[in-house]
């Protein structure tokens, strides 16, 4: 395989949008004090509370998993329980972080077909014990959009925290894709976060284009005590803090998070349409954001693959394609047009062992 040739393996072989990039470079003037205390992560801050119209608080990490171990730990005791899907990125990517950070909370992880969870889920899991033995159950995650490139809508994000309100439990978002799913949903980011009621988001800068960093925002104040202090700890304080914050100022003032989302859902769009209906082609789940997935004979992926294309089946054996704010469109057609041409060879094949 050529080097530099676009994969859709995942959105993180992207490297960094030119608005990002130009950021650090503006923010690469003179002296700055150190650990946050600089003029743009100030400015950082401010432009979050603006596209979250709310005095949110505000704080960086250098990537999702410490920013979202970090966000659940400071909503937990060690002998709490956090629910989750069986796909959430806490649960099968994170290596226990979540675990390791809050020194034990344990991660409830409910089955579910298409990555989502339900209102119904939560409840019955919630419910299902309240005896001293079994870790209490105190924080509920959703993914948004899901590992499986589902989005939940504003209502099924309101019904889900009516029933963590119900039962005393808080609600984080794993938002390492969140600007895909505001693209997808064109709402605003309050509507479907602390106005239909979650108390932390966190939002990834990597996948939107960025270098490095994610930012976790604590829509209650009062949650987001001591939360610094974790960070340090848990060595996510970047001392030259103001390369993490000067990319956001950018990308959140000028609309270049929500373009870059959107334009990573049109090129997974582009490709659903192409392949919609092929024999041999099979969509393993709607396609509502950056992703697709297809579900291939062995030797249909196998033939992929030898015509250079790099992709992971590990979400339900399908081959997952993601698409970030670069991918071109003659890319996407290529990658199309090899799929098309696998299946039709497989199909053939087939046809001739009969
Ligand atoms: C990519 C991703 C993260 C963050 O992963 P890091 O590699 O730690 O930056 C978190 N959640 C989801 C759903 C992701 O896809």
Redesign the pocket.
Known sequence: MADHVQQFASD?YAGICPEAWQAMQEANHGHEPAYGGDIWTARAADAFRALFETECEVFFAF????A?SLALASLCQSYHSVICSDA??VET??CGAPEFFSNGSKLLAVPSSDGKLTPEDIRSLATRRNDIHFPKPRVVTI?QPT?TGQVYTVEEVKAISEVCRELNLRLHM?G??FANACASLGCSPADITWKAGVDVL?F?G??NGMAVG?AIIFFDPKLAEDFDYRCKQAGQLASKMRYLSAPWVRLLSDGTWLRNGAHANACARRLAEQITGVPGLELYFKVEANAVFIKLSAAAEKALRERGWRFYTFIGGSARFMFSWDSSLERVDELAADLRAVAAESAALTAVAR
């Open positions: 993180n990537n999702g998993t410490a979202n959430a990125h990517d994170e993914t590992e794993d390492a894709r966190c990834g990597t996948k994610e």
